[in-house]
């Protein structure tokens, strides 16, 4: 069917284009309504008098003049002027007109080749060349999967180290993979021509196949290059589809494979698979090769695993923003998330004057459907009463700041020194950024409730004394809010004010408290903490049970520091309850198994002075009894 449909509009391409001259003569016998025929046609008046007035000539003769003239003076000719012309009313010609159409027919089907043939025609003419000009196919490889140009299979087979296959081995699966797919759809011969044009050593070969499909291939398909798979259907699902839309960028982009692979390892690659990236390292191309197939496996396997590949993304300044994409589509779609809607608008902006911006700061997300009669605006589920209300404080007190800063002048670059000197884990995520407000972003992704020393900073440094007041009462109202704030009434609450990535294990650190929590607030956890380390340290989470958890977050590049910090001051840690100390997934330190370490060291000691006294005791026997016999 679909077939059918291309040839008929090939039909009606080759009816706009030009007649030749031959065909003209031998199926256009108006006999003397030449002239009429010349008249529709748009010859010239005196040129058709001056053909009349040849002597010597028949209307057959005048009527190949006719044409001749009308093919060298009109660049619009067509077949289709033709058949029209002869129908018209005037020289009611429709026995020729319908035999000159059906010959018109016979011969485009002799010369017609459906578009996939022609296609795989185009593909196939280029395809020594590009056999000789693919110097990175592996690369291409990854910039097709993006483009849904090959399969899954395909570019596991390219992304697969093998020393047994050669570079020619994998030009050959490549170049087959994509005649293949060029068989399949046509249209995606334009998507692969694009590809190739994208890439310095075929971008020649690219051109010349876009301009051939051009010129071969109907362009009335409004589907000739295809988009990006829509994100839909499982976690699993939307998870792989946003990667596989964000492979051709990710592929051109890690530079520093390794450094990814060790922060993603045990939490999404193997060993196995960290010890091939390093194996690779010589070859950029190749570890990031190795380092994405890994990604790819286990995003397919559990969904979660995006979450902390974009984590790691967005620790380094060349894919930072590919990161932050992923996760803004991500956040979208993933039905996991399951956040509540609840009105509150009416208690935060009693007097209706909110601002879409301002709406937005309560919780750092861009999740107000605008011009919607009812406003509402997505917050944690369950959120306490408490929580809810120092949320919408600090969201009042950022867009009156943001509003501040916004309106001075402060140069944007100066502001991103400040804050990647004072926190340089937020260098990445800054590195591409040069607007007020999307620096703002990232500042307001750096506090939580209870912490607003970025924002403090930038105040202070800038002396913006506007904004100052509005950060003293806010931090006026944490205070409060710290002092009042029971341990067990935290349980489930989100201090963050924007919602990130996962946070990899390696940068999680629980502190376990013997504290009750019917008793302990969240000033007295801050009062503890507040003793290791101030910018890089960040309280995320309290719970409990029988005793305080409090779940922490620390930049990979400062867990070292805040180990050291945590043991010089175990003493007074230990006093003041602290009963674990965990990093990611291992405890590094357990006060109960200090405890019974320093029992069995006690019970070695007592044993230990036991045997001694007793050897002692023997010793003086055996001289008691060696001086008797020396004596008798």
Known sequence: ???????????????????????????????????????????????????????????????????????????????????????????????????????????????????????????????????????????????????????????????????????????????????????????????????????????????????????????DDDSTVVQLQEVAGSNEDCASNLLRNNYSSLSQSITEPVCLAKLLHKEVISDEVLSCVMSTRGSVSDSRAVLLKAVRDAVHSNYKHLELFVTVLRKFS?????????????????????????????????????????????????????????????????????FTSIRTKFGAMFYKIRTIITSKNIDSNELKKLITDCFSDLKPLLENIENIDNILDVVKEKCNLIDVNCLQVIVQTFNITEGQEHLDSYKEAVNQFCKS????????????????????????????????????TIEDIKNLLSKLLDTNFQIEKIGTGQSVVVTCYCPAKYTGSLIMAVFDKIEMLQKRGLKKFILGNSTVWDAQVVTDLLVEINDLKTALKDRDEAIMSTEIELATLKEKSESR
């Open 318 to 386: 060349e894919t930072a923003h590919i990161g932050d994409n992923i996760f803004k589509k991500y956040s979208e779609y993933n039905h996991s998330l399951n956040p509540l809607l609840i009105d509150i608008l009416e208690q935060c902006f009693p007097d209706g004057n909110s601002s879409i911006e301002e709406i937005e700061c309560l919780l750092g997300t861009a999740a107000i459907a605008q011009g919607q009669a009812v406003r509402r605006i997505l917050i944690p589920r369950n959120m306490s009463p408490e």
């Open 1 to 219: 069917m679909a077939q059918d449909v291309h040839k008929e509009r090939s039909f009606d391409a080759f009816l706009s284009s030009a007649p030749l001259l031959p065909e003209l003569v031998e199926h256009i016998d108006v006999g003397t309504k030449w002239h009429l025929l010349g008249t529709l046609l748009h010859v010239d008046d005196k040129k058709l008098d001056g053909i009349e007035q040849l002597q010597g000539h028949d209307d057959t003769s005048k009527t190949l003049k006719m044409f001749q003239h009308w093919l060298t003076t009109t660049p619009t000719a067509s077949r289709r002027q033709v058949l029209e012309a002869l129908r018209k009313r005037v020289v009611n010609e429709h026995t020729v007109a319908n035999k000159y159409e059906k010959y018109l027919k016979e011969l485009h089907d002799t010369t017609y080749a459906p578009p996939s043939t022609e296609a795989v025609s185009i593909f196939q003419m280029n395809i020594q060349s590009l056999n000789k000009a693919l110097v990175s196919p592996v690369q291409v490889s990854q910039l097709l999967y993006c483009k849904r140009c090959i399969s899954e299979a395909t570019l596991d087979e390219m992304e697969r180290m093998d020393q047994s296959r050669s570079l020619d081995d994998k030009k050959t699966i490549l170049l087959t993979a994509m005649k293949e797919t060029v068989s399949n759809d046509y249209r995606k011969l334009k998507n692969i021509a694009k590809v190739l044009s994208d890439v310095e050593g075929t971008r020649h070969i690219g051109r010349e196949i876009v301009t051939k499909y051009e010129e071969k291939i109907s362009q």
């Open 485 to 520: 704030m029971r341990s067990r009434l935290c349980v489930d609450q989100v201090l963050q004010i924007v919602r990130t990535p996962t946070r990899l294990a390696s940068e999680t650190v629980v502190f376990i408290l013997d504290w009750n929590p019917d008793t302990s």
